[in-house]
């Protein structure tokens, strides 16, 4: 069983900067950690839990929705086993549970998402 452990969310003024990190530990079934896509989800108060970043197993490709296109990257370090989001220009509208999540394909859909982390809060102050 893989664990996924979130961390660097808090509280951030709006156009300001997080950067959180996934660590991978455990063992898989048929597999390795290194061969699945990575994703961030988030989950607002009272809203459905929305996709915001994947990135490829290698690292060569990635996905963004388009709410956080061009303000948020996502990369990997295979050999840590963690995956990381770096946020900026943060909006008070980013506000949420950040959840890093396994996929077998770079997927958006947040039901091909498996072994999910506990999530991280980040708050966005306006």
């Known amino acids: 069983q893989v664990q996924l452990v979130e961390s660097g969310g808090g509280l951030v003024q709006a156009g300001g900067s997080l950067r959180l990190s996934c660590a991978a530990s455990?063992?898989?079934?048929?597999?390795?950690?290194?061969?699945?896509?990575m994703g961030w989800l988030r989950q607002a108060p009272g809203k459905e839990r929305e996709f915001v970043a994947a990135?490829?197993?290698?690292?060569?490709?990635?996905n963004f929705a388009d709410s956080v296109n061009g303000r948020f990257t996502i990369s990997r370090e295979n050999a840590k086993d963690t995956v990381y989001l770096q946020m900026n220009s943060l909006k008070p509208e980013d506000t949420g549970v950040y959840y890093c999540?396994?996929?077998?394909?770079?997927?958006?859909?947040?039901?091909?998402?498996?072994?999910w982390g506990r999530g991280t809060q980040v708050t966005v102050s306006s």
């Open positions: 999540a396994r996929a077998r394909t770079l997927t958006v859909v947040a039901g091909a998402y498996v072994n």
């Open positions: 455990g063992r898989t079934v048929g597999g390795t950690r290194n061969s699945y896509s």
């Open positions: 990135i490829s197993w290698s690292g060569t490709s990635t």
